[in-house]
């Protein structure tokens, strides 16, 4: 009978952060209240920003490149409808967006986040705000949205695509529309999809709210619809007292 294996695992510099186990009580708590730290920072920043679209997309698409426009339009679109667009703040697709509303006298705003690459605020943002840790980002691009654009992507794009579609399923979020504007480039992923329901993986009602599509006004149309059927809007004043102020 063998002995039992001895571990004995080196790990990389890079790698301790998240494989390192259990540390030491007091580095687990004061990085509990740097997460809560960060919370705090994006509800502060982005409290008084009103009812926002978020757009998602790749970093990488240049002005010139189709997507870039498509994205442009829906931002210049969607602030027509008195929305604010809401993207992750950096280039390529969320710079698009940003631009569109911008440009035309709507409410442009950013969550960016701390990246070694890629990553670094537009010019076309009103107000941003910059965070530390990816899931404070996702929490801070769904609680003050009420509809998604998906533009083409990569893998982060699909992990909120598919996040979203997970709050969804849960009913953790209700009459939320959702867009994937690329039929061409998503085409594997929706057939995917379609997959998934025909095993009963996920039920047809899950995607009533997606839309896919190509057309700019037509996802437009779709997140103003269930937007007025289900959604109606108050502002929320300020407080000198803390500093508040509107975008």
Same mark, same amino acid.
């Given at each position: 009978?063998?002995?039992?294996?001895?571990?004995?695992?080196?790990?990389?510099?890079?790698?301790?952060?998240?494989?390192?186990?259990?540390?030491?009580?007091?580095?687990?708590?004061?990085?509990?209240?740097?997460?809560?730290?960060? *919370?705090?920072?994006?509800?502060?920043?982005?409290?008084?920003?009103? $009812?926002?679209?978020? @757009?998602?997309?790749?970093?990488?698409?240049? !002005?010139?490149?189709?997507?870039?426009?498509?994205?442009?339009?829906?931002?210049? +679109?969607?602030?027509?409808?008195?929305?604010? &667009?809401?993207?992750?703040?950096? $280039?390529?697709?969320?710079?698009?967006?940003? +631009?569109?509303? *911008?440009?035309?006298?709507?409410?442009? &705003?950013?969550?960016?986040?701390?990246?070694?690459?890629?990553?670094? $605020?537009?010019?076309?943002?009103?107000?941003?705000?910059?965070? +530390?840790? *990816?899931?404070?980002?996702?929490?801070?691009?769904?609680?003050?949205?009420?509809?998604?654009?998906?533009?083409?992507?990569?893998?982060?794009?699909?992990?909120?695509?598919?996040?979203?579609?997970?709050?969804?399923?849960?009913?953790?979020?209700?009459?939320?529309? &959702?867009?994937?504007?690329?039929?061409?480039?998503?085409?594997?992923?929706?057939?995917?999809?379609?997959?998934?329901?025909?095993?009963?993986? &996920?039920?047809?009602?899950?995607?009533?709210?997606?839309?896919?599509?190509?057309?700019?006004?037509?996802? @437009?149309?779709?997140?103003?619809?269930?937007?007025?059927?289900?959604?109606?809007?108050?502002?929320? +004043? !300020?407080?000198?007292?803390?500093?508040?102020?509107?975008?």
């Amino acid at each position: 009978m063998s002995a039992t294996p001895e571990w004995n695992i080196r790990l990389e510099p890079r790698n301790i952060k998240y494989l390192s186990g259990p540390r030491s009580r007091w580095r687990e708590l004061w990085w509990a209240f740097s997460v809560f730290t960060e *919370f705090i920072k994006g509800f502060r920043a982005l409290h008084f920003i009103g $009812p926002c679209i978020t @757009v998602f997309g790749s970093a990488r698409f240049k !002005p010139d490149h189709q997507y870039y426009k498509q994205a442009y339009d829906i931002g210049k +679109k969607m602030s027509a409808l008195g929305l604010t &667009v809401l993207t992750g703040g950096g $280039p390529g697709i969320m710079e698009a967006a940003n +631009k569109g509303a *911008f440009e035309n006298q709507g409410r442009s &705003v950013g969550c960016n986040i701390v990246l070694p690459q890629e990553q670094k $605020p537009n010019p076309y943002m009103h107000k941003w705000v910059t965070i +530390k840790y *990816f899931f404070v980002r996702k929490v801070l691009l769904v609680k003050y949205s009420y509809g998604f654009v998906v533009m083409p992507g990569g893998v982060g794009t699909m992990d909120e695509f598919f996040e979203t579609l997970t709050l969804i399923q849960t009913a953790t979020i209700h009459n939320f529309p &959702v867009v994937m504007i690329g039929k061409d480039y998503y085409k594997d992923i929706w057939e995917m999809l379609q997959k998934m329901t025909q095993a009963g993986t &996920v039920s047809p009602e899950d995607l009533n709210l997606v839309l896919f599509t190509d057309n700019a006004q037509e996802a @437009v149309n779709h997140i103003d619809f269930y937007i007025k059927k289900h959604y109606s809007f108050k502002k929320v +004043k !300020p407080r000198k007292l803390l500093l508040e102020r509107f975008v």
